[in-house]
């Protein structure tokens, strides 16, 4: 139960709307903070990072050739060069990519934020269950940032360079084309990832449970397919499959953490 001096010293609504304003003004100062050292760090770590999934050497191009044992083996001509075509494009990448990095960086900071907002309103009992889920979805986007960034968009990007509808075709890629790509599949892989904890945190509210998630399994694959068409920049099958695929595990897992309709009253 909450305590009997927060009962008393309940928020108004403007109350708590002016703690929203100072937790969203702290979460833009720690982000241009960070944006500062990112923007500062970004020239050392474009070539080696961003644009890492471009040529043979990246890491998980050498994996798979190794493990393939000749079945699974890539081409190792394999060398893009990023074109740039606006002029000031160059600089607003440099921009924009030192946000996207330095959000990554602080999403730490806005899940304690979140925490801490949400904090006085819930009763101790839902405090022991959500501070872990709190740990828990930061671990879950940084998984998934990471599979975007060693999977999915790799084999995507690959995949998109050297298909070949015509030999007198020449693939000329852009530097906001691949950036846009880049961004989009890492950060939406990340968020994706969140899926399991909001399952899990609606099965607490007793809005979700077990066998609900498996009656309507057909029909969530068709939600998936389409959030997966959606997520996808390219549209391609073949960049679908790759989305569609942690889409479902990821269904699967949720069906595993969230509760029965038997358990939910112990909540």
Same mark, same amino acid.
């Given at each position: ?14 109350? *708590? ?76 990448? *440099? ?33 022991? *269950? ?88 057909? *029909? ?48």
């Amino acid at each position: 139960m909450k305590s009997e001096e927060a009962e008393e010293g309940a928020m108004s609504f403007w109350d *708590h709307l002016e703690v929203l304003r100072w937790a969203l003004f702290r979460s833009a100062c720690v982000l241009a903070v960070i944006m500062v050292g990112t923007f500062i760090a970004m020239p050392h770590i474009f070539d080696r990072f961003i644009l890492a999934p471009t040529n043979n050497d990246f890491f998980t191009y050498r994996w798979l050739n190794a493990i393939g044992g000749g079945v699974v083996k890539l081409s190792q001509d394999f060398d893009v060069q990023i074109i740039n075509i606006n002029v000031a494009s160059q600089f607003m990448t *440099h921009i924009s990519t030192s946000i996207s990095l330095a959000a990554v960086i602080a999403f730490p900071y806005f899940i304690w934020e979140i925490w801490k907002f949400v904090e006085p309103a819930l009763f101790e009992d839902e405090i022991k *269950h959500l501070r872990p889920a709190f740990l828990g979805g930061t671990i879950m986007f940084y998984i998934g940032c990471a599979i975007g960034y060693i999977l999915v968009f790799p084999f995507t990007f690959r995949f998109l360079v050297e298909y070949n509808l015509s030999p007198n075709i020449t693939n000329q890629i852009n530097l906001q084309s691949y950036i846009d790509n880049f961004t989009m599949l890492i950060l939406v892989m990340g968020i994706v990832f969140e899926m399991p904890l909001l399952a899990w945190l609606l099965s607490l509210l007793g809005i979700l449970n077990k066998s609900f998630l498996r009656q309507y399994k057909r *029909h969530a694959v068709v939600v998936l397919l389409v959030s997966a068409a959606i997520i996808t920049p390219s549209g391609d099958p073949f960049t679908l499959m790759l989305v569609f695929i942690p889409l479902y595990v990821l269904y699967e897992l949720s069906i595993l953490v969230v509760r029965d309709k038997t358990k939910q009253k112990d909540f």
